[in-house]
């Protein structure tokens, strides 16, 4: 890829962060952007660990299942 166009792809890309970046930050985000936001980190091999009494943490906590429950599904 030529790198005027790795440029501008690196730009839109880094303007599309920071506008979903604001708009969470505000309390304007709809669904569509967490969606988007969701589907940004996975095309782009975004991982976290998750760590107890962090936000993910709570999140996870708060979800219906159990451990043996997501065995089954592994």
Known sequence: ???????????????????LTARVKSGEATSGDYKNIIQLLKDNGITCEIKKGSPFGELVESLPFTAESDQKYQ
């Open 1 to 19: 890829m030529a790198k005027t166009s790795e440029a501008a792809l690196s730009s839109l890309l880094d303007a599309t962060i920071v506008d």
